[in-house]
Structure formats: structure tokens, C-alpha cells
């Protein structure tokens, strides 16, 4: 989405990603490690055509998948797939034009609906917020919205 916070420069081409056989050796690797978690974050991993067949690996390793995603990707048959995770949180950092004013683009809309399709497909959902000027005087009503939606943490 081009966030203008985001540190991962997700709105341009990445060629050096690795490949789905090079990520599940490292999954293997965490795993004869004794790491118990492995967590799927942005840039935006639902644009990633394999990230599902990554989590189903995770979890055959006997790892604990979770994801964070700004939501943009989400839609009913992908929220349905998101069972694979654990939790998921949903980036959003603030309601409205505040979600604006904090990361330039506008995708407030599609970080609501996201939450609402995970909660919707028994998905615990929860949200993460970075906060800034931009947004510190509208936590309250960042609060009330997540607490109608039925979010589980912030």
C-alpha cells in the first residue's frame, strides 16, 4: 500500500525474496531449534501467493503460525484460509481519517473489514497500532471501535 510509515519499503519490487523451498528450510531449521512460533508480518505477507503453504508447513513442524496484515488482501474465501493462524492482527491506527493521517493511504475500510471477516470466521483478532501525534488524542475512539468489533487485544 506505499504506508509511509512502513520500514520495509513494501510498495516496491522486492527480487531478492526468498523462494517457498528456501523459507520452509529455514522453517525446519527453527524448528529442530525448539522455537515454538513463527510469525508472518509485512510489508503485506497476504500478497505472497505461498503464504498459506508455509503456515500448513509451520504447523506440521509442530510451529505456531500468527500473521499481522494490513487487511487490503482480505476477503471471505482468504479469511476462511486465515484458520491456519493462530491469532492474527490486523494493522489500525485509528478510525476514519486518523487511519489517514497516520499511514497516507487510505485503507481504513479495508482494515475494518478484515477484523470483521476474521472475528466473523472464529479468528482471534488483534490489532496493532503504532502510535504517533497524529493519532495519541483519538485512542479513545480507537478503543471503543475495537471494543464493538469484539477485538482481543491492542
Known sequence: MGCQI???ESESTVSDDLS????KGLLSVLAQMG????????????ARPYLFEL??????LGLVPTLTTNGFYL?????????????????????GDIYRSVRGVDGF???ARAIRLLIDN????GVNCVLCRANFDHLEAL??????????DV
Do not use: M, N, W
Open 20 to 23: 517457498t523451498d528456501e523459507v
Open 6 to 8: 512502513c520500514y520495509s
Open 55 to 60: 503456515a500448513h508447513y509451520a504447523r506440521q
Open 122 to 125: 472464529g479468528i482471534l483478532v
Open 75 to 95: 476477503d471471505t474465501k482468504t479469511a476462511t484460509r486465515c484458520r491456519v493462524f493462530d491469532h492474527i492482527h490486523v494493522s489500525l491506527d485509528g478510525v
Open 35 to 46: 522455537v515454538f512460533t513463527v510469525a508472518f508480518g509485512g510489508g503485506e505477507p497476504l
Open 143 to 152: 478503543a471503543q471501535f475495537l471494543t464493538e468489533l469484539g477485538v482481543q
Open 109 to 111: 475500510g479495508h482494515a
